[in-house]
């Protein structure tokens, strides 16, 4: 994500964040971007709610198709 901050600056390229995320998004993978100080520069989540919900369902149909007896659960890394 080298495009994503300018040091010159110290200036987030959000559009370039969201590009990223919304591309990791569709590939299972929730991304919360924050700064050295823990203030939220871009969320999936609370980007594009609606999506993020659709793409999380679609996901989970997905597992449990592949494995019936999956529960389909998310987790999170930090």
Same mark, same amino acid.
């Given at each position: $994500? /080298?495009?994503?901050?300018? /040091?010159?600056?110290?200036?987030?390229?959000?559009?370039?964040?969201? =590009?990223? =995320? $919304?591309?990791?998004?569709?590939?299972?993978?929730?991304? !919360?971007?924050? @700064?050295?100080?823990? %203030?939220?520069?871009? @969320?999936?989540?609370?980007?594009? $709610? /609606?999506? !993020?919900?659709?793409? $999380?369902? %679609?996901?989970?149909?997905?597992?449990?198709?592949?494995?019936?007896?999956?529960? =389909?659960?998310?987790? %999170?890394?930090?």
């Amino acid at each position: $994500m /080298a495009l994503s901050y300018d /040091a010159d600056t110290a200036q987030w390229n959000t559009d370039y964040i969201h =590009g990223f =995320g $919304m591309y990791a998004l569709n590939d299972g993978y929730l991304i !919360c971007v924050l @700064d050295k100080d823990g %203030t939220v520069i871009w @969320d999936a989540e609370n980007h594009d $709610m /609606a999506l !993020c919900y659709e793409i $999380m369902n %679609t996901i989970e149909l997905r597992m449990q198709e592949w494995n019936p007896k999956s529960k =389909g659960d998310f987790v %999170t890394y930090e």
